[in-house]
Every structure is written in structure tokens, then in C-alpha cells.
DNA sequence: TATTGTTATACTCTATAACTATA
DNA sequence: TATAGTTATAGAGTATAACAATA
């Protein structure tokens, strides 16, 4: 097959973050395949490791994921027994979340899993480069 | 709303990669909907122009696409009267795709609008941060 | 009146299997 | 037998509208 121009696509900052993103994600979802986790699970469950009695809402914000696709993700893993739904404190209207013993377990083992995942994924790249990579790839989206 | 620690998913290079190749998508397609085109348009649009002849298989592995995928996409292109497909010259399985003027004229449009939203998109970042990021992301996929 | 969580639903994107015609 | 293009189809992922309960 012929070698096919793409330089000017490759000078574009979208199409760079893209491919990269399309990359880290496939090795990702691949490693994580003992977990049985989809990069979205993973962030659910890290984020309520991290923030317990996070709500729906919270979620949705910090993932830039709309509330009623949340609901299915949550329910799946409450259904696997990783979390519980647990009253609000404060709001009547809101659900708090939280991990179980179990869905502890599983996270914890899951974030090892995912920085070695990382570490590999970023084999080209020094500790330099890759600090330097996400300082400017949050330059862009904060 | 109450502030979510997010820190353990900003160390992770996967999630800063899609957070920025979100935002920078979601600008490029407000920005391109003058043209109506999405990102995989453009994209193959910009791909014939500077490789006239072009095969669907070669377009699959440019943007890693899958060719049942490509299909609709170049028939639509094709409807629009912006690209033509024409047999190739030495293999009778495949077809070459090339731009028709109109085409040509709008993708040549286009490829100017992509790179003014680029500036925009990247705004936050200094001529020797693009450079950098570019090539830091690069390291990554290719 | 506004917000949280939810249901139902639709639309897009992506993936797999199988066919045809050429090589 | 292998490859290019295609069809049909299935599955994710993502989107909007509308509702009940609570603020």
C-alpha cells in the first residue's frame, strides 16, 4: 500500500490529541479487561473512591457525561456490588455514593492497575516530557 | 455544587488526552458547521486533496476507521457533488477518489477554517508550547 | 421556579460477519 | 488464497424531552 500525505492533519492539534487519546484508551481497555471495566466505570469508581457520597450530579460534571446516561453505569455496578446508592445528608432529592468493601478492594487494585497501564503507555516518553505533556494538555481544556 | 477531587484522574495521561481532544472537537464542529462538516468529513476531505487517488483502504488505516465505516461516508461526500470516484489505474478492485472543483474550493475553505479555530483552540498555548505538545502527543501514537 | 434523579427514546459512532469482484 | 469495496447488522456511546420528588 502507498505512503499517504497527511502532514497537514498532522499539524493540527485535534487530530494529534485524538490519535494519542485513541491509543492510551485501547491499551487501557485492554488491560483493564480483568476488571471488567470501561474507562468511564474506572473514573466512576475512582472518583467515588475519592470523593464518597459524591452525587449523580457531581459525576456528570466531572466527566462531562449527561445525568441519564449516568444512570445505567451507576446501576450496573451497584448491581456487581462495587457501590451503594445511600440517602443524601443534606438534600432529599440527591443520592450519595459509595464504594463497598468489595468495590474497595477492586478500585484500589484497578488504579495499581491502571498507573502500571500508564506507565506503559507513556514508554516513549520521559518523566520530563510526560509532566510537561499534561501540564500543556490542561492548558487546553481548563 | 461542592468541589470534586479530581486529582488522581488528572495524573493519568488518558484522561487529559480525551478531556483535550473533547474540547477541541466540540470547538472544531461548532466552528465547521458553516461548512457542515464533522471531523472524520474534513478529515477525509483534506486527505483526498493532497493524495488525489486515494483508496478507502487507504483512508481506514490514515484515520483509523473501518472500512464498512468509510462507505457511507464517501457516498454522502460523493452526493454533495464534492468528491468523484474513479477507477484505479492498476488495480480493477479499487477506486481512486478525487475532489471535484467544488470540492477542491470547499475543502480549500475548510483547511483555512480548521486552522483558524486551531489558533483559537490553542490559544492558552504559545507558538513553542503548540510545538511541543504536538510533538510530545506524536511520541505517544505513533 | 429550579434542581436531582429517572425513563424513554433517538441518533451517532464503531464493530463484526459475510458477500462480490478482482488480484 | 488474499485483498478492495460493499451490505447488513449489532453494539457502544451520546443526545433530547418529559416526568416525579424535593428544594
Given at each position: 500500500m502507498q505512503a499517504v500525505d497527511s502532514r497537514f492533519l498532522e499539524s493540527m492539534l485535534g487530530y494529534n490529541a485524538r490519535r494519542a487519546s485513541l491509543v492510551i484508551l485501547g491499551h487501557f481497555v485492554e488491560g483493564m479487561a480483568d476488571f471488567a471495566l470501561g474507562p468511564v466505570d474506572f473514573s466512576v469508581l475512582s472518583l467515588v473512591r475519592h470523593?464518597?457520597?459524591?452525587t449523580s450530579r457531581q459525576l456528570c460534571a466531572a466527566l462531562s457525561i449527561l445525568p441519564p446516561n449516568v444512570v445505567g453505569l451507576v446501576s450496573a455496578l451497584e448491581q456487581r456490588g462495587l457501590l451503594k446508592r445511600k440517602p443524601h445528608p443534606h438534600d432529599g432529592r440527591a443520592v450519595g455514593l459509595h464504594l463497598s468493601a468489595a468495590g474497595e478492594t477492586l478500585t484500589k487494585a484497578a488504579e495499581a492497575k491502571a498507573e502500571a497501564l500508564e506507565n506503559e503507555a507513556a514508554a516513549n516518553l520521559n518523566a520530563s516530557d510526560r509532566k510537561t505533556l499534561m501540564r500543556l494538555l490542561q492548558k487546553v481544556y481548563l
Open positions: 470523593n464518597p457520597g459524591i
